[in-house]
């Protein structure tokens, strides 16, 4: 679990949905999920509507690298704010 910055507590990851269906998908998994939709979108937008959208996927890489290298995901941060990844009061 490299990507996952060490300010998010590991109790923190396996939280369930906010729809409570049963599964749990982790913020690492949700990070992995988001970035490839992003990927795949600006190379999509920059093959058929602007050559200027293929930055996204090289913005979206160039994110990847760095937390690769300092262990501080920004997406990650971002993505455990969402109200599905809080915890639930019992």
Not at 4 to 32: C, F, M, W
Request: hydrophobic share 45%; net charge positive; glycine share 12%.
């Amino acid at each position: 679990m490299s990507q996952i910055p060490k300010t998010v507590p590991s109790s923190d990851l396996q939280q369930p949905s906010a729809a409570d269906s049963g599964t749990v998908i982790s913020l690492e998994r949700q990070v992995r999920i988001t970035a490839g939709a992003l990927v795949v979108t600006g190379v999509v937008l920059g093959w058929f509507v602007h050559p200027g959208f293929y930055g996204l996927s090289a913005f979206i890489g160039a994110g990847l690298v760095f937390a690769g290298i300092t262990d501080i995901c920004g997406l990650c941060l971002l993505l455990a704010k969402l109200p599905w990844n809080k915890r639930r009061p019992a």
